[in-house]
């Protein structure tokens, strides 16, 4: 059957003789199973609540720009110090869980759509706290607390609430979310593992697995690829309302003029991801985008002109949003294994949030309205992705070589293989190798 049939043919991956010992529930029929309604039917309850928490969650970072100066209740620098480190840890760990649970549940040509129309909210917030800032602020005098503060108290209480109704409404992984029946989790599972996802129906946790990825290079490089785009990040929220102010305009008019920027960056990082899954040339994209923001950035630094750093500031941003859509559906693709997949994401993304301590501290007020030192060290850090991003590519190209001229073949008990080699380890079935080496398994294909 055509794959672009609505009821897609499910293959056994390749080295697999006995589908039965690769898929879970081998004598359950799914033929009835109508694929694209199902796909329809996982986004409806996998999406839109993981969008709607993370874009409270980046208006609660966010909203510091529009606000300046629980912090709405602050009362000193240090007091704002605290509540932002503590903030940091209680939502350290959404965003890299996120793009994991996504990458669970879709194939690999299916994620990184998936993923922008997630971080699209980012995007959202970004034009959101515009707005909400223009209308809290009107709160100013209400209950002795100054406008401001109520950016940060009301969106704060929203974010609790949220927060607490997730743990009822979030759905489990495939093999056990509720809202599926049977047959349609047997069908996904089967789907997953015809995508290399060798682990998607569950992984007994071993040690042996945060191991492959502290080992792995592609975790090192990653973190560095993902300081390249994360560290401008935290920086946009501070300057841009200070580039628009130069416009002419002030307060509530500036704030109000950041969200077409954010809106043309939400929806250009949907198309992004969607012709990152449809060409599967994340790497080519990738060197583009980078291209986009060393240009943005190099105008800010030399620009005099507001009207043409606003313009820079569109394609800053754009750069930014649209490239971590991309790189990071690009990561996930290519580490397979629940747990090292987890491990490396939240290394890669933590250490490129870490540098938005670096990118917070470096727009200082005296530098105001042009910030060239902030935009130069932003700069560096674009430079530093660039990098990364090709020596991501050109590794991944020539391991790939490696597996097809054998030199990762492993040994298969009952499989008679001349290259086969002992260092690559020895296995009771292909299956058992998948399993237990992930995308270290000779039949693994990296994407670029």
Not at 323 to 338: D, H, K, L, R
Request: glycine fraction near 8%.
């Amino acid at each position: 059957m055509d794959d672009a049939s609505p009821v897609a043919k499910i293959t056994t991956p390749a080295g697999h003789d006995d589908e039965a010992s690769c898929y879970p529930g081998i004598d359950l029929d799914v033929s009835a199973i109508n694929e694209k309604n199902l796909m329809w039917k996982v986004d409806l309850h996998v999406l839109p609540w993981l969008t709607i928490i993370y874009l409270f969650s980046f208006l609660d970072r966010g909203s510091i720009g529009n606000a300046k100066t629980l912090h709405g209740i602050v009362r000193s620098y240090a007091g704002l110090l605290t509540l932002r480190l503590l903030l940091g840890l209680t939502e350290a760990g959404l965003y890299p869980g996120v793009v994991y649970y996504i990458s669970s549940w879709y194939k690999r040509s299916e994620t990184g759509f998936r993923v922008a129309i997630f971080f699209s909210s980012a995007t959202v917030a970004g034009a959101f706290s515009g707005l909400l800032a223009a209308g809290i602020a009107k709160m100013d005098g209400i209950g002795g607390r100054p406008g401001w503060a109520w950016i940060f108290i009301l969106e704060g209480i929203a974010t609790v609430v949220l927060s607490i109704a997730s743990f009822w409404i979030i759905q489990d992984f495939p093999d056990n979310a509720k809202f599926l029946t049977e047959a349609e989790r047997v069908f996904i599972i089967r789907r997953l593992k015809a995508d290399t996802r060798f682990s998607a129906s569950g992984q007994a946790f071993k040690r042996a697995y945060v191991w492959q990825s502290l080992r792995d290079w592609k975790t090192y490089v990653a973190m560095g690829l993902y300081m390249g785009f994360d560290g401008p990040l935290y920086a946009f929220s501070l300057f841009t309302p200070s580039i628009i102010n130069q416009l002419g305009f002030k307060a509530t008019q500036a704030n109000l003029l950041s969200v077409p920027v954010y809106t043309w960056g939400c929806i250009v990082t949907c198309i992004i991801g969607y012709l990152g899954d449809r060409t599967g040339r994340r790497y080519y994209i990738n060197l583009a985008l980078f291209a986009v923001g060393l240009a943005a950035y190099i105008i800010l630094v030399l620009s005099k002109t507001p009207a043409l750093s606003y313009f820079a500031v569109y394609l800053a941003i754009s750069y930014r949003l649209w490239i971590e859509a991309n790189s990071v559906a690009w990561v996930a693709n290519n580490v397979e294994g629940t747990y090292k997949r987890s491990v490396t994401l939240g290394m890669a993304i933590g250490f490129g949030n870490l540098n938005g301590a670096v990118t917070a501290n470096i727009y200082r007020a005296k530098d105001r309205p042009w910030y060239s030192l902030g935009h130069a060290i932003v700069l560096l850090y674009i430079t530093i992705g660039l990098i990364c991003t090709i020596v991501f590519a050109t590794s991944l190209q020539q391991e790939n070589s490696r597996r097809d001229r054998g030199e990762r073949d492993e040994i298969i008990e009952g499989v008679e293989n001349r290259r086969a080699h002992e260092r690559n380890g020895k296995f009771a079935s292909v299956e058992d190798a998948q399993l237990n080496k992930g995308d270290e398994w000779s039949g693994f294909r990296y994407t670029l």
